[in-house]
């Protein structure tokens, strides 16, 4: 793959700080289900929480693909890092893609220094996928909208500054989407303002631990009219906002599969290479050797396919079909190594000590998250259909 000199250096620098900082440390972190202080205070050192930010607003101004190649890293060392990184990405992005001058100004140098974490809210306990019958509204009320409804599985949504939140505006628009409106809801980190509940120590998971994912309830919460997102012309946008959102979001979630799969690889060589069964190392028994090809294999078309559709998203080309690919592809490659690493770590595999048993519990959060994969499949046959239409 052809990186420029600077995605190789920043990528040796994100490697160093992984293979040092985080992969002797994770898995204590996650049983802990502790917030990495530490390491999230060294992503922030590292300018990474800016990386797709404009210089001109305070950050590396760098494109989704070096994104990409920076949360496979982070990946490869934890996914709960790249999730805390995500909130911010993709408030930036929909902020700098959609948000007044004003927003931008207001927001943008802060998430980049990660003065301010975000958490990005669509989910509802009855609605994920379809996103269009979310039931919170938001009632114009002078200066202000109030909110009311609850939301659920916020990963970061206890920390959080702002919460880019969809809500409807106008309940009853037919089709639903255009009643639908973002915003851009600022409140005190680790608090619960008046109007609005966040039960903590919120939702307990199968993995993804050290970052919360929490329910958000609202109840007469008020903000400001100016909080929503892209301003007035914003009213009745806010569905299309979030889609653009969740579609760089599907490339990041591609990224974190490539890194899944690329340290359950790692660790099966390395492990495939020590222990010995019937007189040689495991390694050297053929059955292994096939684990070992495929999972190989997996893990470099995965990464291929996500900088297709990480540099091609980068040109501003459209580019669901190939982000769906990429995300698809690249977490069932995750779900599929992580099982094989276990396979290939026997009893060892099964047990708390090593890491292969959290791979196998990140795994399959990312065949759900971003679109469930059921979701981009029909993104890839309807778009090729589309395609072979016209
Ligand atoms: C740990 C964690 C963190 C999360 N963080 C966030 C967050 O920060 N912000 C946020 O907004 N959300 C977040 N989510 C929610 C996540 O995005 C949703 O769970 C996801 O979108 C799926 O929605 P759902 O759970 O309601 O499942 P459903 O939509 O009810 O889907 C259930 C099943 O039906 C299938 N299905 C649904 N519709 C179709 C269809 N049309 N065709 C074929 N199959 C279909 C799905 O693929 C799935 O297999 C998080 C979830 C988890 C578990």
Redo the contacts with the bound molecule.
């Keep these: 793959m052809n990186l420029t000199a600077d995605q190789r250096e920043i990528v040796a620098v994100v490697r160093e700080f992984i293979d040092r900082d985080v992969i002797p440390f994770a898995s204590e972190l996650e049983h802990a289900d502790e917030y990495p202080e530490s390491m999230v205070e060294t992503m922030r050192e590292l300018g990474l929480f800016g990386t797709t930010i404009p210089e001109e607003y305070g950050g590396l101004g760098l494109g989704l693909d070096t994104y990409a190649l920076i949360v496979m890293e982070i990946s490869r060392g934890w996914v709960t890092l790249s999730?805390i990184l995500?909130?911010s990405f993709i408030a930036a992005t929909m902020i700098r893609l959609h948000g007044t001058e004003e927003q931008r100004q207001h927001f943008l140098p802060r998430l980049a220094t990660m003065e301010l974490r975000s958490?990005?809210?669509?989910?509802?306990?009855?609605?994920?996928?379809?996103?269009q019958s979310i039931r919170t509204t938001a009632t114009r009320d002078g200066g202000e909208y109030v909110i009311d409804g609850q939301?659920?599985?916020?990963?970061?949504?206890w920390r959080s500054g702002i919460v880019m939140l969809?809500a409807k505006t106008d309940p009853a628009a037919d089709p639903a989407h255009t009643g639908m409106t973002g915003f851009i809801v600022e409140k005190e980190p680790e608090t619960n303002p008046p109007g609005l509940t966040i039960p903590m120590p919120g939702?307990k998971?199968?993995?993804?631990k050290g970052v919360e994912?929490t329910e958000l309830v609202f109840d007469g919460f008020r903000t400001p009219a100016a909080s929503v997102l892209g301003g007035e012309e914003g009213v009745g946008r806010g569905f299309k906002y979030f889609m653009s959102g969740i579609e760089v979001g599907r490339v990041n979630v591609a990224a974190r599969g490539v890194g899944l799969a690329q340290a359950a690889l790692d660790d099966a060589i390395r492990y495939a290479q020590e222990r010995e069964a019937f007189g040689k190392k495991i390694g050297h028994h053929q059955a292994v050797q096939l684990m070992i090809a495929k999972m190989a294999t997996r893990a470099e078309a995965a990464r291929l396919l996500t900088i297709q559709a990480a540099q091609k998203k980068a040109s501003g080309e459209r580019a669901d079909l190939e982000a769906g690919m990429a995300k698809y592809f690249a977490t069932e490659a995750a779900q599929e190594n992580a099982l094989d690493c276990m396979r290939i770590h026997g009893g060892y595999g099964y047990s708390l000590e090593y890491r292969p048993e959290r791979y196998y519990r990140d795994a399959p959060?990312l065949l759900?998250?971003?679109?469930?994969?059921?979701?981009q499949?029909?993104i890839i046959a309807r778009r090729l259909l589309e395609r072979s239409a016209s």
């Design positions: 999730g995500n909130g958490s990005f809210s669509m989910t509802e306990p009855h609605a994920g996928s379809d996103v939301k659920m599985w916020v990963t970061n949504g969809l939702l998971k199968l993995g993804y994912s959060l759900i998250g971003e679109g469930s994969n059921e979701i499949q029909l």
